[in-house]
């Protein structure tokens, strides 16, 4: 089955620096990549997500890209605010996000 | 805005107890999910259904089972509590091709 290395399992930054978190996946048939923020004491939430068949998205501040080649993805977050600080997931799954296998997941923590 | 209500959000049981966990949804999504999260292991599907009476085995299934007998309810029940089932669980609904809503969790402790 799928599976999912996510990395670093800490990321401290300066207010303002970027972020970048890493995820890998084994299975070649993925093709559907979200991402989710999780604050404290809440449940996830869909932040951005990327399919197989694009490289590369963005929304405001955050972008995903998508190397199918290499079996890898990651988060990308510019301008960082404190309150991008939260636990972040990735995840990976075929084309209808069925039974979705997630990272062990990402503590952000932006220093203002 | 889908909306999930996971009951009980706390509860804390002794070895070999059952306990069952219910998740309402108020729209007729049809996938129905079960997480459970542990540190350093992120989110691990326990049981999905795809329709009344439909249900399937995420990874972590064993010593878990489930109930839809209802599009807007989902339940999960431990049969008999063991100490490794202490967690965090989530009920989460497909809500569109892919994307997930999550509830805000139900924390069992198992003593």
């Known amino acids: 089955g799928e599976n999912v290395e996510q990395h670093p399992s800490t990321l401290s930054v300066q207010e303002g620096d970027s972020a970048v978190i890493k995820c890998t996946y084994s299975?070649?048939?993925?093709?559907?990549f979200p991402w989710y923020k999780q604050e404290l004491g809440k449940g996830p939430q869909l932040i951005i997500d990327i399919r197989s068949n694009v490289g590369e998205k963005k929304d405001q501040r955050i972008a995903v890209t998508l190397n199918k080649t290499a079996k890898h993805f990651s988060l990308h977050i510019t301008e960082t605010q404190p309150e991008d600080s939260a636990v972040y997931f990735c995840a990976a799954s075929g084309e209808y996000g069925n039974k979705l296998v997630f990272g062990a997941g990402t503590i952000l923590r932006v220093k203002s | 805005d889908a909306g999930i209500t996971q009951s009980p959000r706390h509860k804390v049981t002794e070895t070999g107890t059952p306990v069952t966990l219910r998740c309402h949804q108020t729209?007729?999504?049809?996938?129905m999910y079960w997480y459970r999260q542990d540190p350093g292991h992120g989110l691990r599907l326990i049981h999905y259904s795809y329709g009344v009476k439909d249900t399937d085995k995420g990874e972590v299934s064993d010593g878990y089972s489930v109930s839809r007998s209802k599009t807007e309810d989902f339940l999960l029940t431990l049969e008999s509590a063991t100490s490794s089932q202490t967690s965090v669980y989530f009920c989460a609904i497909s809500v569109s091709a892919g994307e997930l809503f999550f509830g805000e969790g139900s924390r069992l402790t198992v003593l």
């Open positions: 299975d070649s048939a993925s093709n559907y």
């Open positions: 729209e007729n999504h049809r996938y």
